[in-house]
């Protein structure tokens, strides 16, 4: 077959990310109220704000703005999360980053599968927060085996998702009806299953070990848990969920709100109580079950090692102060205590690029086209000269602590449990198959790869003539 038949990874990502979206809104109805309200929120937003509106549609596609960013699932064994990894590079998705969660109380390992450089993310920047369950953090070893039985007998991958996957990795491809089967196939692994694999005198068992151990192990396979789009408010949808029926958590997660917003700040509704029947003599005893949720987030820059460093000192900071409760009981104080903390982090583009605290795309100005230079100068003078201008690069990851607290919210937050911190990254990638990308390198290099381009844009003016 020839190679430019077979459709982009890029297009079948998208694909995925829409059916798995239709899919989910049909699933979880709560879900489809979320999304409208998102869709209000930043058309109103842009609607007052026609400087956002216009850099939006410079930098990213206007018309997708409310559509998913990310997805979260929950793998049970070492097997399944390298055929995920697998299937996920079907759809140009890669693993970047290592989050150990077993610090706050969760116990799973998760890295994020996501596309990889500027033109993909731009096209469909779907990704999917993928989590390992760490049996081994469990004490009860009697209850840990009977769970590794349960999931070593399950197949969460249809047959022709995986006959699709190893055929895109023979030939490089997948032609369009190939594709189109792909993603129906693969969307079968991430669908709920109302009936259990367990009984529910196991899945008592499981649950009082963790609850998150019980959502891995009890079910057929790793339904999607929640689903996010982006949102150009995130302090808005918060405020108005509750006039639309949604109880939103407590607190959002990450960094308050600023001026120059910088990495990531999320919030969910709470996870539904959903009817679920387990295996019983002969049949099927009915019970209930809460996993799945709707989430909603908002991204701002990225940061360096060193930005990264000031924020985890000030996140750690307010939360000395005060530690967000479940209830909601404290949010004021949370939100003040984060909001004083967080004064020490610079909040102007300009300042923040001169501590080297963040990561931004350097362009030509209408001036800096016009312009031809002898040689090579600093940067810094070319800005100063208004020949180069820069805009942050957004932030396409995830946050450990915020990710602990959206696990912690929808699995009932009265249960928290602590863990020893183990994290183990070289399991993890051992697990996976591969090593994880490292998420500074990809930020540093698009940052390099745009500051090269308008240097060479300036000489090359002289080349030129
Ligand atoms: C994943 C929670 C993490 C995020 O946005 O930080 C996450 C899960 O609950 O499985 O999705
Ligand atoms: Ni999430």
Redesign the pocket.
Known sequence: MKENSFVSTDDIRSAFSAAMSVMYREEVPAYGTLMELVAKVNEDTLAANAGLRERLQATDSLDRISEER?G???LGTPAELSMMRRVFAVMGMYPVGYYDLSTAGVPVHSTAFRPVGEASLKRNPFRV?T?LLRLDLIADEILRAEAETILGERRIFTPGAVELTLKAERQGGLDRADAERFVAEVLETFRWHDKANVSADMYKRLHDAHRLIADVVSFKGPHI??L?PRTLDIDKVQALMPEHGIAPKAVVEGPPTRNCPILLR?TSFKALEEPVSFRADGGWKTGSHTARFG?I?QRGIALTPKGRALYDRLLDQSRKIVRPAADGSNAREYEAALATAFRAFPDSWAEIREAGLGYFSYSLTEKGRQTKLPGRRELRALIADGLIEFDPIVYED??PV??AG??QS?LGDAAQQEFVASPNQQRFEADLGVAVLNEFDHYAGMEKASIEACLNGLTAAVAAE
Do not use: D, P, Y
Request: aromatic letters at 16%; glycine letters at 0%; charged letters at 15%.
């Open positions: 990310h979260a699932i929950r927060f989590s848990n929640h996010t999320q989430e987030e995830f946050l915020s990710a959206i696990f929808n």
